[in-house]
Nanobody, 119 residues
Framework: VQLVESGGGLVQAGGSLRLSCAAS????????MAWYRQAPGKQRELVVG???????QYADSVKGRFTIATDNAKNTMYLQMNNLKPEDTAIYCC??????????????WGQGTQVTVST
């Protein structure tokens, strides 16, 4: 499975961006996908992804502002980010949890896309 993010850039506070994560390869083996981000000097954090119960969980800091969406026909996942704040500045990566026929589970990552929010 290969993941390619796009859509990052520089935006002013209060603005919006939509990130895309295009999956290719053995996409039928993907069981879940998520968005993560890592700001300079900070640990990587989950932005939105599946919870243990199967529902979506958003980081408290993005609830009400970010929304995940998928287009299965295009094998693409999106992250709509509204009302962006300077603290949202980070490299955003998508990840895919892949379960193969052997039941082995692997995590795949994209290369990331930079989001910078100016004041």
């Amino acid at each position: 499975v290969q993941l390619v993010e796009s859509g990052g850039g520089l935006v002013q506070a209060g603005g919006s961006l939509r990130l895309s994560c295009a999956a290719s390869g053995n996409t039928d083996s993907i069981v879940a996908m998520a968005w993560y981000r890592q700001a300079p000097g900070k640990q990587r954090e989950l932005v939105v992804g599946p919870s243990s119960g199967g529902s979506l969980q958003y980081a408290d800091s993005v609830k009400g502002r970010f929304t995940i969406a998928t287009d299965n026909a295009k094998n693409t996942m999106y992250l709509q980010m509204n009302n962006l704040k300077p603290e949202d500045t980070a490299i955003y990566c998508c990840s895919a949890i892949v379960q193969e026929a052997t039941n082995a589970v692997y995590y795949y990552w994209g290369q990331g896309t930079q989001v910078t929010v100016s004041t």
